[in-house]
Structures are given as C-alpha cells and as structure tokens.
C-alpha cells in the first residue's frame, strides 16, 4: 500500500474506515486480527464488555500494535471471511473495527455480519 492511502486512512474518520473495512475483507475474503495464544484473539474490556480488534489488512494491525502494545507478544492472524461471519452469527459480542490510536468503529456482531453479508451479496453481482 502507498504511504499517503496508508496515512490517509490512519487519519479518515472511524467511519470511512468502517466503510473500507467492509468493502477490503469482502473484496479479499479474509479479516485480520491479533492472537494473543490459545486461540484468545485481542479483546480490550470497555465498561466491562470484551471488545474484539479486526482490520482490513495486516499492514494496519501491524501498525497498531507497534503504535499502542508494543510490548505485547501476539501473533497477527488472517481468518478467512466465511469463518469470520460464523463465529459473528454464533455469538453476541462486540468489535471494535480499523481501531487507530485515536477511535475506532464500535459494532455488534449482528449488525457486523449484516453489514458483511450486504457486501458479499453486491460483490458478487458485480
């Protein structure tokens, strides 16, 4: 990726970066996340409510974890599309999506895998 699309998308609002982050993981069917051993993927606690942390593309949790854990030994993961929507269509959590060291889009797994689904469905009419 570019240096400026990459800086331009660190600085786009949480919802531009939503909106990518939808259109990127249908387009590449896989979303990224952090492992942080045993299948425990990163899950910040807000008001005592674990958060799940997904990316668009590696390059972006790379940055982050740099940037806001670097002391944290984890491992970035790509999970494929179709598992990610089953483990959101199995389960009520929250997620915390493109999260930067300023925001983030905060979503329900519902409405994520809806939001999913509608761009997998208009991608493959395309």
């Not at 740099?66 to 030994?73: A, T």
């Not at 491992?75 to 060291?101: A, G, H, Q, Y």
Request: net charge negative.
């Amino acid at each position: 990726m570019r240096p400026d699309m990459f800086n331009g998308l660190l600085r786009a609002t949480s919802e531009k970066r939503y909106r990518h982050f939808l259109s990127i993981v249908a387009d590449s069917e896989c979303v990224w996340m952090v492992d942080c051993g045993d299948d425990n993927l990163l899950s910040p606690e807000i008001n005592g409510v674990a958060h799940f942390l997904a990316w668009s593309e590696r390059e972006f949790a790379e940055y982050y974890l740099d940037k806001m854990l670097p002391d944290l030994e984890c491992e970035i993961v790509s999970i494929e599309i179709r598992d990610f929507c089953e483990m959101l269509s199995n389960n009520r959590i929250m997620f915390m999506i493109f999260p930067t060291d300023e925001n983030a889009w905060i979503v329900t797994s519902d409405d994520l895998y809806q939001n999913i689904a509608y761009e997998l469905a208009r991608i493959e009419q395309i």
